[in-house]
Every structure is written in C-alpha cells, then in structure tokens.
C-alpha cells in the first residue's frame, strides 16, 4: 500500500523498503553488545561493577537505534549535502559513543576486578590484558571498517558519491 502511494520517498516507504536491512542490523548490533557484556558478566566481582557494565550496554544499544532512526529519517527527507553531511555526522557520533563506551567506561567499570586479578597472578592478569586488548583493537577495526563501508555503500547508492 505505501508503494503504491506513488511520487516522493516517503518515510513509510524508506522504512518498509529497508526493514529487512534495519532487522539485521539491528540483530547483529544486539547481538554483539549481548555477547560483550555477558562474557565480561561472568566475572563481574559486584553489583557496582555489574551496574556500570550494565549500563554501558544499554547506552550501546540506544546509540545503535538511535543511529538506525537516524538514518532512516535522513533516507526520507534529506537530499544532496544535507544528506551527505547528516549521514557522516550521525555515524562519527554513533562511533565515538561505542569508542567511548568500549575504551574508557568499561575498562574503568573492570578497573577493580583487574586490580584483584593482578594481586593474585600478575603473569595471567597480563596475559588476560594483553589478549582483551588485542580482540578489542580487532573488533575496533572490524567495527570501524564495516562501518565506513556502510556508510560509503550508503551514500554511493544515493548517488552522492
């Protein structure tokens, strides 16, 4: 029904002819941030640091679905640079809050859980960090390269590239 309103994109069109699109990634965004924050859970010392963690997810999260209705919105209204230019400022924000999130507030929620580790068995605990930094900068950098390509596929199929 809303395809055969015919003319101008409509925000109703936008989102049905792209909610397959949205679906998955949405799904693969939850999934992830649920696969993140259930293993750092697991050995979580307290409440305050389960809390924190907590709460670093589901400022994730909302950034993912803001970031998606954002672009959503732009897809039915925004042409030309005004696309462009919303389209690029939308997602250097989205990834500066999941930057921020994954390198400053969650390893500042765990600061005490690796305090005890590294009383307990400093060559493990640094083993444990050496690792978590090394899949955190491959996440980081397969993050931030799809998200260019997505952002860059984006744009080329609107014709603005």
């Not at 859980?113 to 400093?122: T, Y």
């Not at 050496?130 to 596929?153: D, P, Q």
């Amino acid at each position: 029904a809303v395809a055969a309103a015919g003319g101008a994109n409509t925000l109703g069109k936008v989102a049905l002819g792209a909610a397959g699109s949205i679906g998955l990634a949405m799904v693969a965004a939850f999934a992830g941030i649920w696969l993140g924050l259930r293993k750092q859970l697991k050995g979580a010392i307290d409440d305050e640091e389960r809390t924190a963690l907590i709460r670093s997810s589901v400022i994730n999260a909302l950034a993912s679905v803001a970031f998606v209705a954002c672009m959503v919105l732009v897809a039915a209204g925004a042409r030309g640079t005004a696309m462009l230019v919303t389209t690029i400022a939308a997602w250097v924000a989205f990834m500066a809050v999941i930057f921020y999130q994954s390198l400053v507030v969650q390893p500042r929620a765990m600061r005490r859980r690796h305090a005890l580790e590294a009383q307990r068995d400093p060559v493990a605990a640094a083993r444990r960090r050496r690792r978590e930094r090394i899949h955190c900068w491959i996440g980081s950098t397969v993050g931030f390269v799809s998200g260019c390509a997505g952002v860059v596929l984006g744009l080329n199929a609107a014709g603005l590239l």
